[in-house]
């Protein structure tokens, strides 16, 4: 089924709910959405330098797709961890290698992914071929924050050029993953239905008060780009805001924080204090975990800041959108309409997904 959204938001519909109920659009969308876009996989100060083999598998039961960083003398690579044998699961567990053996007939690997080895194998014709080394995923680093792709549509510059443009001036070097401060939610709800509510700030006097308080709402706005989007919250006086640099394009602005979402699934929020990343992870088409994962550099700066009380905002948050998970059931709601001046990110959001769905 082809799901397709007016270009122009004045005219458009909102995505039909059976993109959000239906289990068969739900599966084709790890190959059409997820496999095909960049995902982030860790900083670098997660990958400890006394070890060099990192297994992951991406989106677990849902894009499924085992990967495995190596530590190189020419620096990370990111390869498949499938034994190009019979395929068997190549490593389970973070080590320290000099080369990567299959534990299933012996087959060896460099950590650069050349078959260096087979037993067994000395009569075989045409071996070995490109194809019996390990395959190799594009691993970008951005201020030691590592994205890959299984199959990517669109170049890592994308996502790098905005995010360098608008929040490169930070520290990043300095920003240390704090355990204390991330955890996993279980919400009951479709993913894109969690990224619907995050992609606009409309809701926030009705479904977050306390946050409202906060942040001037009248005055937080929406900038698109190709394959992300960012909104920018303002504030009113009493929160800390961002000390920008003087050729900044925003230099003047009490801005709070920059909410950058990327398409399809993750969400960057910047604050004076440091970045809160926010995962989906597809369980179901009515069920995802939402991994938050925060990244502190300046304490002193957490206490009057916009992004202090994440819990609250997220149980408002995961209230909302189950409410609509359960409201897209019935027999009267298809589809609606989008405020042109409060929704524009729902809107870039659906437009993109109908032309991955194609
Ligand atoms: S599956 Fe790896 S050596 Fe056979
Ligand atoms: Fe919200």
Same mark, same amino acid.
């Given at each position: ?7 122009? =938001?004045?005219?458009a ?11 068969e ?15 982030? =996989?860790?900083?670098?100060?997660e ?8 297994p992951?598998?991406? !989106? ?24 190009t ?6 490593m ?37 071929? /490109? ?9 970008e680093?951005?201020?030691?924050? !590592?994205?890959?792709s ?26 240390r ?7 996993? $939610?279980?919400?009951? /709800?479709?993913?894109?239905? $969690?990224?619907?509510? $995050?992609?606009?700030?409309?809701? =926030? ?42 050729d900044?394009? *925003?230099?003047g ?5 920059y $909410?950058?979402?990327i398409f ?33 550099? *300046? ?6 800041? /916009? ?9 408002e *948050? ?14 009267? !709601? ?5 405020s042109?001046t409060r ?13 991955f769905?194609?």
């Amino acid at each position: 089924m082809a799901y397709s959204i007016h270009e122009n =938001i004045k005219q458009a519909s909102t995505m039909p709910a059976d993109f959000y109920l239906d289990s068969e659009v739900f599966t084709r969308s790890a190959e059409s959405i997820f496999a095909r876009s960049w995902h982030f =996989i860790g900083q670098s100060a997660e990958y400890p330098a006394t070890l060099n083999a990192f297994p992951h598998t991406l !989106y677990p039961g849902f894009l499924e797709e085992p990967i495995l960083l190596t530590r190189t003398p020419e620096g990370m690579r990111c390869l498949s961890n499938v034994c190009t044998h019979r395929g068997n699961l190549l490593m389970a567990d973070a080590g320290k290698h000099r080369q990567i053996v299959c534990g299933y007939h012996g087959r060896r690997f460099s950590l650069e992914g050349q078959m260096t080895h087979m037993p067994e194998f000395g009569e075989v014709e045409d071996f070995p071929a /490109a194809c019996d080394h390990l395959a190799q995923y594009p691993l970008e680093n951005w201020n030691g924050f !590592y994205f890959t792709s299984p199959q990517p549509a669109f170049p890592f510059s994308e996502i790098a050029e905005v995010l360098d443009h608008k929040v490169g001036f930070l520290p990043w070097e300095e920003f240390r993953f704090d355990a204390t401060r991330s955890r996993d $939610y279980l919400v009951k /709800a479709h993913w894109a239905l $969690y990224c619907d509510n $995050y992609l606009e700030g409309f809701h =926030i006097p009705f479904v977050h008060p306390d946050l409202n308080a906060l942040l001037d709402f009248g005055s937080y706005y929406t900038e698109l780009y190709p394959y992300l989007n960012l909104q920018v919250g303002l504030a009113d006086g009493a929160t800390e805001v961002f000390e920008l640099p003087r050729d900044h394009e *925003d230099y003047g602005k009490q801005v709070a924080a920059y $909410y950058f979402w990327i398409f399809p699934n993750q969400m960057w929020n910047v604050y004076p204090w440091g970045l809160s990343v926010n995962v989906l992870q597809p369980l179901g088409p009515a069920r995802t975990k939402v991994s938050f994962l925060s990244y502190v550099w *300046d304490e002193s700066k957490l206490a009057e800041s /916009a992004g202090a009380d994440l819990d609250k905002v997220e149980r408002e *948050d995961e209230a909302v959108v189950e409410a609509v998970q359960r409201g897209l059931r019935s027999r009267h !709601y298809t589809r609606g309409r989008y405020s042109p001046t409060r929704e524009q990110g729902v809107h870039h959001f659906h437009r993109l997904l109908s032309q991955f769905l194609d």
